[in-house]
């Protein structure tokens, strides 16, 4: 795994998708309770953002691996105590501190994809980050980003329950969205159907990712790698060693662009189709196919 995901990180962020100078006043101001899958999910958002003339604001309270569980704990130790550095864990600030910082339109909630499938995971720390929110930002829309089901050749699946695990990708994702939809239901909120689209492509046979069974896997040379084609997920790659390393659970290029093409789309209630921005890795074919599965995907929920 790729050593940049596999490091604890808290990230607390501005991102501006416009010049400050010309910022207007319908700024659309995000806020994103959650970890890598959330910033991969949002990596091309400002610039989709900008490319659609929509001004955005993005703020981050982000650990690697979070669940539901630990932002929540976190959060509860600086309600007790506002001193106790277990509670500022997002660089040297609580998760107070920034909702209070200023006015944010929209707040995401989520949980980590280990225990995505299993329910009774998300309680009762998802209705409990809900009620901190609504508190602090009592206007906010709080959303659920729905994240996705690992690469079909992953070794590990999400729990399902107690010491229970997925079997397959297609298990998982029906686990995970099983239990993201009773959660969003329960608290009344809307999700950002992002594990849809990403399972969209992966169960298509047209676009469905393959594994490649000529790689020799035994004596890999550098820099050859298999064939990922249609992967969503970052795969195969050559780590500073030079020796093959496997990350099926996080996304890769085209995996963070079609996050970000379905947030954009549920976020501004408008298609990304017309957009011409594409990251360089994705190609022309795959960039159409990406944009329309967005589209699809959230235009159910519009």
Not at 40 to 62: D, S
Not at 99 to 104: I, P, Y
Not at 109 to 125: A, K, L, W
Request: hydrophobic share 35%; proline share 5%.
């Amino acid at each position: 795994m790729s050593a940049i995901f596999t490091l604890l990180f808290a990230t607390i962020c501005f991102s501006e998708s416009f010049d400050s100078k010309t910022a207007k006043v319908d700024t659309l101001r995000l806020f994103l309770i959650g970890n890598s899958f959330s910033q991969n999910a949002t990596r091309y958002l400002p610039q989709l953002a900008t490319e659609g003339g929509h001004p955005l604001k993005i703020g981050r309270a982000e650990l690697g691996g979070c669940s539901l569980q630990r932002h929540w704990e976190i959060a509860e130790a600086a309600e007790k105590n506002p001193d106790d550095p277990k509670g500022k864990a997002y660089g040297g600030k609580s998760l107070r501190q920034l909702l209070s910082a200023g006015t944010w339109d929209v707040v995401t909630i989520q949980q980590n994809s280990m225990n995505s499938g299993d329910v009774t995971t998300y309680s009762p720390y998802a209705k409990k980050l809900f009620d901190l929110i609504r508190s602090i930002q009592p206007k906010a829309k709080i959303v659920m980003h729905q994240t996705w089901a690992y690469r079909s050749d992953a070794k590990q699946f999400t729990q399902t329950a107690d010491k229970q695990f997925a079997t397959s990708a297609k298990e998982m994702w029906e686990k995970s969205r099983s239990a993201y939809h009773t959660v969003s239901k329960d608290l009344g909120i809307p999700l950002i159907p992002v594990g849809d689209a990403f399972w969209k492509i992966n169960s298509d046979p047209a676009t469905t990712y393959k594994p490649d069974v000529n790689f020799d896997f035994k004596e890999p040379q550098s820099p050859n790698l298999p064939d990922q084609t249609y992967s969503l997920h970052a795969g195969y790659r050559y780590d500073n060693s030079q020796k093959l390393a496997f990350d099926a659970n996080h996304a890769n290029e085209a995996g963070c662009f079609l996050g970000g093409l379905v947030w954009y789309s549920f976020l501004f209630k408008e298609s990304p189709v017309k957009l011409k921005f594409r990251p360089e890795k994705v190609s022309e074919e795959f960039d159409v196919i990406l944009k329309k599965t967005a589209q699809e995907v959230t235009s159910k929920k519009r």
